[in-house]
Nanobody
Framework: QVQLVESGGGLVQPGGSLRLSCVAS????????IGWFRQAPGKEREGLGC????????DLAESVKGRFTMGRDYAKNTVYLQMNSLKPEDSAVYYC????????????????WGPGTQVTVSS
């Protein structure tokens, strides 16, 4: 079974930072475009952006622009979401996703999702 797995979530104070990781079990994530999403209780799912295999980020959400950065570590076959200057409204379950096909964003149809990692921003 091939699946995406997120990690790095946790409890952080406002103004703090977290780095989320996305890896693919038994596959080479370096070849795939990856989207990041989040969903808070009672809220609609929000797309945060997409990173291509080249490392180029597309459609970074206005709500996180200037604070969040997407990146890749090719040696580790890992995609990162670096989150700085965190606010309470950033609290959500964060997901990475792919279609298991394209290398370049955008992704038209997401077929694979990780189980998500919880981020809680609170004093």
């Amino acid at each position: 079974q091939v699946q995406l797995v997120e990690s790095g979530g946790g409890l952080v104070q406002p103004g703090g930072s977290l780095r989320l990781s996305c890896v693919a079990s038994g596959d080479n994530l370096n070849l795939l475009a990856i989207g990041w999403f989040r969903q808070a209780p009672g809220k609609e799912r929000e797309g945060l952006g997409c990173i291509s295999s080249s490392g180029e980020t597309t459609d970074l959400a206005e709500s996180v622009k200037g604070r969040f950065t997407m990146g890749r570590d090719y040696a580790k076959n890992t995609v990162y979401l670096q989150m700085n200057s965190l606010k309470p409204e950033d609290s959500a379950v964060y997901y990475c996703a792919t279609d298991w096909v394209v290398a370049v964003c955008p992704i038209d149809e997401y077929d694979g999702w990780g189980p998500g990692t919880q981020v809680t921003v609170s004093s």
